[in-house]
Each structure stands twice: as structure tokens, then as C-alpha cells.
């Protein structure tokens, strides 16, 4: 879904340590936590319609951004 030679060039670390998951519950925000044991966990809509594929240029932008909250965090730029 989502290929970041430049991401996985300066975070090689982060690229076997995300996981997506879609939300349990429609109605939640898109969101991303960090486990106990290191891993970050992002949430994004993928069906809310049922079609994945019409979609994948949303879904694309929703991973890029909610990875910038990770990398913001690992910066020092924000809390999240």
C-alpha cells in the first residue's frame, strides 16, 4: 500500500515496527498508538463503503499522516 525508500532509509527501525488496523468503530478518528513493547499501531478507515480499491489515494494520505505523527514524535516536533 504505502513504499518510502527515504522513510525506511532514515527510520530503518520504524519499517517492521508499524501495524494498521481499521478502527473497531466506524464513527472513530484515525489515530495511532505505541504498544508496550515498541510497536505503532495506526488506525485508518480502509472500507467505510466497502470498496478499498476507489479509495486507496485516501488511504494513502491518512498512513503519510498519521506516520507524521510518529516521526513528530520520535523528532521531538510535537507530542502526540
Given at each position: 500500500?504505502?513504499?518510502?525508500?527515504?522513510?525506511?532509509?532514515?527510520?530503518p527501525?520504524?519499517?517492521?515496527?508499524?501495524?494498521?488496523?481499521?478502527?473497531?468503530d466506524?464513527?472513530?478518528?484515525?489515530?495511532?498508538?505505541?504498544?508496550?513493547?515498541?510497536?505503532?499501531?495506526?488506525?485508518?478507515h480502509?472500507?467505510?463503503?466497502g470498496?478499498?480499491?476507489?479509495?486507496?489515494?485516501?488511504?494513502?494520505?491518512?498512513?503519510?499522516h498519521?506516520?507524521?505523527?510518529?516521526?513528530?514524535?520520535?523528532?521531538?516536533?510535537?507530542?502526540?
Amino acid at each position: 500500500m504505502l513504499k518510502h525508500p527515504e522513510f525506511e532509509q532514515y527510520y530503518p527501525d520504524l519499517a517492521d515496527k508499524v501495524k494498521f488496523y481499521e478502527p473497531q468503530d466506524k464513527k472513530q478518528e484515525e489515530f495511532v498508538t505505541i504498544t508496550d513493547n515498541g510497536f505503532y499501531e495506526i488506525f485508518i478507515h480502509v472500507l467505510p463503503s466497502g470498496r478499498a480499491f476507489s479509495r486507496i489515494p485516501q488511504i494513502k494520505s491518512s498512513l503519510l499522516h498519521e506516520t507524521q505523527h510518529i516521526l513528530q514524535g520520535r523528532e521531538y516536533f510535537s507530542k502526540y
